[in-house]
């Protein structure tokens, strides 16, 4: 039997036609679409990819592949640190905010333009210079290179030198330790440099310091060095790269958990790094204020020594365990007496710590020079109510201490009115309660020393004017103990303990 066939009605095979033609095109709808969504998007990101990427930089967080080629094949890729400043966003039309270095009221290079030098060398402690635009790194020589746009000049005065120099340490009126500090070079880059390209590239600019000069002291790491640094940039809100001068690993490992809480990015050592780094601009120098100060009406934000210590207590108790909450149990107030060694010694440390656990006090001896990290202090000291010590740089660590706490510095012959500068007057702006005990002659070991009468003991003032600066180093500071008299300092502790007590019960030993 033949196969028959079927004619197919051409109803139905135009329905399925129609059909396959309806299905074709709902997809070229949907295909449409999507292809318009994905080239509006490439034209509203593309240009901050290109502008943030330029060619042959791989960028970390947006995958870009290098895509440079040589004769010799692809070079390395060049390294980039991303961050959005928040001082160097885009506006809602896309322009892009000029990049504010200088944080500080009144000077000269507060409102400076783009591709532009500009210092500031009004202060008595220190210069500061600033560089806004395409800076770059130039190891061998120690400078810092200006690149102006292609065909643009940089925007200098005519009186501008051809170059600037900077030792960026704040101690610029003493000239023996600032011959020690490494001079960095400011300059526009010339034309036959124009090639030099960047091994690193950051979008953060540059802060440069110094961890030299007297930083191996703790108050001069934190005078000379920290609060200086924090001070310049910290209107960045750590969107800045640490390049610095005289780098050493004691340094970085004793200071690691402030350099954070300065800085997001890796410290860079500018003279061993001899890598091309690039930024958008770059500080050289730091601000400073004063001893252990920070000047309010200096800065354009207003920030304090509050603010700072802010930091010391956001870098440290990051890392702390949670506290145990406070019992309904009364608690002995904390006394820390910090110990020295070899000068300026409390010879009867015994027993004033007696004295004070007679009168109320759990005491801490905190023993100076014994190797333990300053985070280990931090949570000593700041568990502390009232801390006690002779003038010297581990005073410094009152920076610890929450605010309401109390700080009594037991000032030697000849030392009182260093002890109030350098501690008592930054102690109060910070919000601490502070008591200055003056030694007296019968209490310091220098009239074990002098014979009776002598001015070295009954006047250190008239011996001051008359012998000079080095023999209030050698005798006052370097060569004085002190005994103190217990029924005189007993009113001292006395104090603090009241103080202690009142501030717990009013509730301003709470942590924050």
């Given at each position: 039997m033949a196969a028959s066939k079927v004619p197919v009605p051409k109803a139905l095979g135009a329905m399925e036609d129609a059909a396959a033609a309806a299905k074709k095109g709902k997809w070229g709808f949907v295909q449409f679409f999507f292809v318009l969504a994905v080239v509006l998007c490439v034209l509203l990101y593309a240009p901050r990819v290109f502008v943030l990427a330029p060619q042959g930089v791989d960028v970390v967080g947006f995958f870009a592949a290098n895509s440079s080629t040589s004769s010799?094949?692809?070079?390395?890729?060049?390294?980039?640190?991303?961050?959005?400043?928040?001082?160097?966003?885009?506006?809602?039309?896309?322009?892009?905010?000029?990049?504010?270095?200088?944080?500080?009221?009144?000077?000269?290079?507060?409102?400076?333009?783009?591709?532009?030098?500009?210092?500031?060398?009004?202060?008595?402690?220190?210069?500061?210079?600033?560089?806004?635009?395409?800076?770059?790194?130039?190891?061998?020589?120690?400078?810092?290179?200006?690149?102006?746009?292609?065909?643009?000049?940089?925007?200098?005065?005519?009186?501008?030198?051809?170059?600037?120099?900077?030792?960026?340490?704040?101690?610029?009126?003493?000239?023996?330790?600032?011959?020690?500090?490494?001079?960095?070079?400011?300059?526009?880059?010339?034309?036959?440099?124009?090639k030099k390209e960047c091994d690193v590239r950051h979008d953060a600019p540059l802060l440069v310091m110094s961890a030299g000069g007297y930083t191996g002291n703790l108050f001069h790491s934190f005078n000379d060095g920290l609060l200086p640094a924090w001070v310049t940039s910290q209107h960045l809100r750590r969107r800045v790269v640490l390049g610095v001068l005289s780098y050493n690993p004691w340094w970085a490992g004793t200071f690691r958990e402030?350099?954070?809480?300065?800085?997001?990015?890796?410290?860079?050592?500018?003279?061993?790094?001899?890598?091309?780094?690039?930024?958008?601009?770059?500080?050289?120098?730091?601000?400073?204020?004063?001893?252990?100060?920070?000047?309010?009406?200096?800065?354009?934000?207003?920030?304090?020594?509050?603010?700072?210590?802010?930091?010391?207590?956001?870098s440290y108790e990051a890392k702390q365990p949670a506290p145990v909450p406070e019992t309904n149990v009364r608690r002995r107030p904390r006394l820390g007496i910090v110990s020295r060694k070899g000068t300026r010694v409390i010879e009867n440390q015994a027993a004033v710590a007696a004295l004070a656990s007679s009168m109320g006090f759990d005491v801490d001896i905190l023993e100076t020079a014994n190797g333990v990290p300053l985070s280990v202090w931090y949570a000593s000291v700041s568990r502390c109510d009232a801390l006690l010590g002779v003038h010297g740089a581990d005073l410094t660590k009152f920076f610890f201490l929450r605010p309401g706490a109390s700080l009594t510095q037991i000032a030697p012959l000849g030392v009182s009115a260093i002890a109030m500068d350098c501690f008592g007057v930054p102690a109060a702006r910070m919000g601490v309660r502070y008591e200055q005990y003056e030694v007296g002659g019968n209490e310091s070991s220098l009239a074990r020393k002098y014979p009776p009468g002598d001015e070295v003991v009954a006047d250190p003032e008239k011996a001051k004017r008359s012998k000079g600066w080095g023999f209030v180093a050698r005798v006052y500071l370097g060569g004085q103990n002190v005994t103190l008299d217990l029924g005189r300092f007993r009113d001292t502790l006395a104090g603090l303990h009241a103080h202690a007590m009142l501030h717990k019960e009013t509730g301003g030993r709470s942590r924050r």
């Open positions: 010799s094949g692809s070079p390395p890729p060049v390294l980039r640190q991303r961050v959005v400043d928040g001082s160097d966003k885009e506006d809602d039309d896309g322009r892009r905010r000029r990049l504010v270095l200088d944080n500080q009221v009144n000077s000269p290079c507060s409102s400076m333009g783009d591709h532009t030098i500009c210092c500031d060398r009004s202060s008595v402690h220190t210069d500061v210079c600033f560089m806004s635009g395409d800076v770059r790194t130039d190891a061998a020589s120690l400078s810092l290179l200006l690149f102006p746009p292609p065909g643009q000049q940089p925007n200098l005065n005519a009186s501008s030198p051809p170059e600037e120099r900077v030792r960026p340490y704040p101690r610029k009126w003493e000239r023996l330790i600032m011959e020690r500090i490494p001079e960095v070079r400011l300059r526009v880059a010339r034309p036959e440099e124009e402030i350099i954070s809480g300065l800085s997001e990015h890796h410290v860079v050592d500018l003279v061993h790094d001899t890598r091309t780094h690039c930024f958008p601009g770059a500080i050289v120098g730091t601000r400073f204020h004063g001893i252990l100060l920070v000047d309010a009406a200096r800065l354009r934000d207003n920030k304090t020594i509050v603010d700072f210590h802010h930091l010391l207590a956001s």
